[in-house]
């Protein structure tokens, strides 16, 4: 069966510091990847989204930048973090493009301080 | 721009009533829709899609209704329980594309 693993589950960063969180799934190949940001109250924000290795689409102008360097990695970074970059994190799978039933990590919670 | 709305106001509804969920949205045509549960500090878990061609979908006590005409979405649990307090997410797909839109979900509350 499929799983994915997000981690850390929490940080606690200063501004202006660097960011790397990092997803990776199992059990199955090609799939692909998104990270969303969850303000409180808010919808899923789509961030990147990824259709294979070294294919990185951005959604919203930002200080974050996306990496796939492994068909099941994806790297959520930042080189100066601001506040307004707290949030929930969560990184997705999906399988079928246009279906797109997505399967959900456990997410980060990001706080800048 | 494309929008979605969900009640942000909580529902609160006795155990084994039917709780009924609306998602509302506008400037889209989706071709999938789709409800996730989204338990606090958790990530949302997939529950149903129905596609744009169906009235109905059912899944255990679960059922969504899809009206296109009223770009409309009912989520109805039936006999609730408390487990199935959560929040309940909204998303719509269209065909061929990666750029799910999620509503900001309902809460649901179920008193035993």
């Known amino acids: 069966s499929q799983t994915i693993h997000q981690w850390p589950a929490t940080l606690v960063q200063p501004v202006g510091s660097p960011l790397s969180l990092e997803c990776t799934v199992e059990g199955t190949s090609n799939p692909n990847l998104y990270w969303y940001r969850q303000a409180a109250g808010r919808g899923l924000q789509l961030l990147f989204y990824s259709v294979g290795i070294g294919q990185i689409s951005s959604e919203v102008p930002q200080n974050l930048s996306a990496s796939r360097p492994q068909d099941r990695q994806f790297i959520l970074s930042s080189k100066k973090l601001l506040l307004s970059d707290s949030g929930f994190y969560l990184c997705?799978?999906?399988?079928?493009?246009?279906?797109?039933?997505?399967?959900f990590g456990p997410g980060t919670r990001l706080t800048v301080l | 721009s494309q929008k979605i709305e969900q009640n942000s106001e909580a529902l609160n509804i006795q155990e084994g009533k039917t709780a009924t969920l609306t998602c509302n949205y506008t400037n889209y045509s989706p071709a999938y829709l789709q409800w996730y549960r989204q338990d606090p500090g958790r990530g949302p878990v997939f529950l149903l899609l129905?596609?744009?061609?169906?009235k109905e979908k059912r899944k255990e006590r679960l059922k969504v209704t899809f009206d296109t005409t009223l770009k409309q979405s009912l989520f109805h649990i039936t006999a609730s329980q408390p487990a199935d307090s959560a929040t309940y997410l909204c998303a719509l797909d269209k065909t061929g594309g990666f750029k799910t839109i999620f509503g900001a979900g309902t809460r649901l509350f179920v008193k035993a």
């Open positions: 129905i596609r744009e061609n169906e």
């Open positions: 997705a799978w999906s399988v079928f493009r246009g279906r797109n039933e997505q399967f």
